[in-house]
């Protein structure tokens, strides 16, 4: 599994992420998308998706960054700081599923592997990052 137990709670707990794309001129896009977490990946899907500039700049260019994050009730790390997150850095593969994610969702979803994890504030006080093995 590549996210920790403390990690997979985290992402479990939300539904709302940020996916950047580069665009074909080369200018980052960064979309509001809706995420599943799988034990090695993640699957982003969303309405039509296959006709969305964040599919077409996923096929072009694989490579994107996921934000998930939020603030804290209560002071989780150093100064008194609530902010808290994980960003996922990897690639992406193309897949279509048998039934969508969720329904009014189209059946295409972006699988996003991780090959970075940065954490801030998620598993205590403080900032980590890690390369996966994927």
């Known amino acids: 599994m590549i996210f920790t137990d403390v990690e997979r709670a985290y992402l479990a707990a939300r539904d709302l992420a940020r996916l950047a794309t580069v665009g074909p001129g080369g200018a980052p896009y960064n979309h509001p998308v809706a995420f599943w977490v799988n ?9 039509d998706l296959a006709a969305t500039r964040k599919f077409r700049n996923a096929v072009a260019e694989p490579r994107v960054s996921l934000v998930i994050d939020d603030t804290a009730p209560e002071p989780v790390g150093p ?6 997150g994980i960003e996922i850095r990897g690639t992406v ?7 969508p994610l969720m329904q009014g969702f189209s059946r295409d979803v972006l699988r996003v592997h ?3 994890i940065f954490s801030w504030n998620v ?8 390369d996966t093995a994927g």
Request: positive net charge; proline residues 12%; without cysteine.
């Open 93 to 99: 593969e193309i897949i279509q599923l048998s039934e």
């Open 123 to 130: 598993a205590g006080p403080g900032a980590y990052g890690r």
């Open 114 to 116: 991780p090959r970075r």
């Open 39 to 47: 034990p090695d990946s993640i699957d982003i899907g969303g309405p």
């Open 79 to 84: 100064g008194g700081q609530r902010g808290r």
